[in-house]
């Protein structure tokens, strides 16, 4: 069962914007963490942005250092939907794009996956 799904994405020139959304299809009272990885070819996944989860942590947030500034994670309880609101992008943006969410449940921690969306930025 699919349980995040992803849309946005796609072709975008140097210096312009785009954003992704994720629909969170879990209860999102039981989730730790939500964010976005990246993974680019030839290299390894790695961390975009992250929030936590919960409202008394005021969803304080993470950046990458090579995104800080350009990108903005948020989210809409209401809509189970995180998003990711990339401007000023680079070439060096270009990656399937994830969005992750861990689930506290029970004492267990569950991590869930989207199946990715490919972003491309020309020059």
């Known amino acids: 069962q699919v349980q995040l799904v992803e849309s946005g994405g796609g072709l975008v020139q140097a210096g312009g914007s785009l954003g992704l959304s994720c629909e969170i299809r879990?209860?999102?009272?039981?989730?730790?963490?939500m964010g976005w990885y990246r993974q680019a070819p030839g290299k390894q996944r790695e961390l975009v942005a992250a929030m936590r989860a919960a409202m008394s942590s005021g969803g304080a947030t993470t950046y990458a250092d090579s995104v800080k500034g350009r990108f903005t994670i948020s989210r809409d309880n209401t809509r189970n939907m995180l998003y990711l609101q990339m401007n000023s992008v680079k070439p060096e943006d270009t990656a399937v794009y994830y969005c992750?969410?861990?689930?506290?449940?029970?004492?267990?921690?569950?991590?869930?996956w989207g199946q990715g969306t490919q972003v491309t930025v020309s020059s």
């Open positions: 879990l209860s999102m009272h039981s989730l730790n963490s």
């Open positions: 992750h969410v861990d689930q506290l449940l029970i004492g267990r921690t569950y991590d869930y």
